[in-house]
């Protein structure tokens, strides 16, 4: 087995990243909009699924994205992204949003998201990513799901294509 494909733990690639919401991010409710913050995941995510795959990688899909609450300026936003699930070339990065008061240090939960990437190679093909290495249960239950996750995506997509 080639070195740069070992097994890797989702702690090896794990990202925490903090961000202060400013008022040119914000509608004219004060809320955040949704696209910044989409922002923000898709690139944890992908810094997520690059540092698992050791090559350049690109985003394939985001799941269904529900904000639970508005995020308001001058709002701390701290997104925690790690990998949940390894096939060929392809990986699930799970992603969870909090929206903090800096002054209060209230969080709450306002959403999480799965994002698809695959790594690919200097002509732009999808190349193989090292496996997972499942070191906790945790570990063992993001893996499952999201094994099932994806299983649900291309059964979903077959289905699409028949109609």
């Given at each position: 087995m080639r070195r740069d494909m070992e097994p890797r733990p989702p702690s090896a690639s794990e990202v925490v990243s903090s961000e202060l919401m400013m008022p040119h991010q914000v509608n004219n409710h004060g809320h955040v909009f949704g696209g910044v913050i989409l922002s923000i995941v898709d690139r944890v995510a992908g810094v997520v699924s690059m540092r698992h795959a050791g090559v350049p990688c690109v985003t394939v899909s985001f799941d269904r994205v529900d904000f639970k609450e508005p995020i308001f300026?001058?709002?701390v936003v701290t997104v925690?992204?790690?990998v949940n699930f390894v096939g060929t070339t392809s990986m699930e990065i799970g992603v969870r949003v909090e929206a903090e008061n800096p002054f209060t240090r209230e969080a709450r939960h306002t959403n999480s998201c799965y994002l698809?990437?695959?790594a690919i190679d200097a002509d732009h093909r999808p190349v193989p990513v090292p496996p997972l290495k499942l070191v906790?249960?945790?570990?063992?239950r993001r893996?499952?799901?999201g094994e099932k996750r994806r299983?649900?995506?291309i059964a979903l997509a077959r289905e699409l294509e028949d109609t």
């Open positions: 300026t001058g709002e925690r992204a790690q698809t990437f695959v906790s249960e945790e570990d063992e893996f499952l799901e299983a649900a995506r």
